[in-house]
T-cell receptor, first 112, second 112 residues
Framework: NAGVTQTPKFRILKIGQSMTLQCAQDMNHNYMYWYRQDPGMGLKLIYYSVGAGITDKGEVPNGYNVSRSTTEDFPLRLELAAPSQTSVYFC???????????FGSGTRLTVV | GQQLNQSPQSMFIQEGEDVSMNCTSSSIFNTWLWYKQDPGEGPVLLIALYKAGELTSNGRLTAQFGITRKDSFLNISASIPSDVGIYFCAGPPGGATNKLIFGTGTLLAVQP
């Protein structure tokens, strides 16, 4: 089925380790987003991209990096993981012209 | 930054009851969206509102764009067990069209 695919679904990291959360969409959407959702909370925007080669910071970008070399892929990089980055991470995409975001099923990350 | 505050935070109701929830902001929004998040999944778009005063339905769900443009309302009629989840309002902050911020969420539990 077409949609947004996130990998991995679960991950445990030790403090100071690094990892990349993968996100891919096959709907040819220009816009892609990374959100984090802490327990019992809403979603906070980390980074977003309006097209290949263009990225911008959201509300909570510190400790993360992104790249957008293709329309399909929008990986999120965590350098030097910290316990405060324990969260569920959602990737989303949308087409130009409307706000109908399609979300992936999330990556649950625990930093210990 | 701009915030979207939702109330109530949580609701515990009996199957068949009607539900009302709202979302407020200190600043004007030009678009309001309502999403539902099932447990363990990403949010799914329910209704999009683009004009002050607009009333839009999607099955048993009805949402309204407040005339002040600082609030929005979601009603669910004759609730059923599968309505369980977290309901989020969302909107583009400060007139920006590239991104959405999400509200704090309303958790709905439905007792059969």
């Amino acid at each position: 089925n077409a949609g947004v695919t996130q990998t991995p679904k679960f991950r445990i990291l030790k403090i100071g380790q690094s990892m990349t959360l993968q996100c891919a969409q096959d709907m040819n959407h220009n816009y892609m987003y990374w959100y984090r959702q802490d327990p019992g909370m809403g979603l906070k925007l980390i980074y977003y991209s309006v097209g290949a080669g263009i990225t911008d910071k959201g509300e909570v970008p510190n400790g993360y990096n992104v790249s957008r070399s293709t329309t399909e892929d929008f990986p999120l990089r965590l350098e030097l993981a910290a316990p405060s980055q324990t969260s569920v991470y959602f990737c989303a995409s949308r087409p130009s012209g409307n706000y109908g975001y399609t979300f992936g099923s999330g990556t649950r990350l625990t930093v210990v | 930054g701009q915030q979207l505050n939702q109330s109530p935070q949580s609701m515990f109701i009996q199957e068949g009851e009607d539900v009302s929830m709202n979302c407020t902001s200190s600043s004007i929004f030009n678009t309001w969206l309502w999403y539902k998040q099932d447990p363990g999944e990403g949010p799914v778009l329910l209704i999009a509102l683009y004009k002050a005063g607009e009333l839009t339905s999607n099955g048993r769900l009805t949402a309204q764009f407040g005339i002040t443009r600082k609030d929005s309302f979601l009603n669910i009629s004759a609730s059923i067990p599968s309505d369980v989840g977290i309901y989020f309002c969302a909107g583009p902050p400060g007139g920006a069209t590239n991104k959405l911020i999400f509200g704090t969420g309303t958790l709905l539990a439905v007792q059969p």
